[in-house]
């Protein structure tokens, strides 16, 4: 598996692949919980584990201001403050199409892997099927043993 410094932002399909492939290793939603024991998906979780887009911010760019901006947003803003800026011109680098998309994706359908690999196919994006095969394959022979 490739690393976040080896993949090309400009690459959509190396983008998705990264991607989707980390969130299956992962496992699970990266989600942090309020003393009342509800849920909100964030870039990063106090556990550690990354949402999709999450996936794609080099740790040394990351602050928690980021959590309450969506994909979208978060590329395209206009601000002075240095460490938002400096993400928001690294977030440029990316498809912010395909940023929103994975960020749904993981925000919505996670839970269920079968589920999760097959809204992946849905994007309108070019979809590597093998590596979502793949993993299929994995989920199906991790379930039998």
Known sequence: MKTLSKIDPANNQEVFDFVI????????????????GASQCVYRSDDGSKCAVGQLIPYDLYTSRIESIGAYTLANMDTENKKLKKISDYMKKFNTDLLTKLQTLHDINFNNIPEFLAHAETLQFPVNK????????????????
């Open 21 to 36: 492939e980390k969130l299956y290793r992962q496992g699970k939603q990266s989600k942090n919980f309020d003393d009342e």
């Open 130 to 145: 093998d590596i979502v095969h793949k993993l299929r394959v994995e989920y199906t022979q991790s379930q039998k043993g």
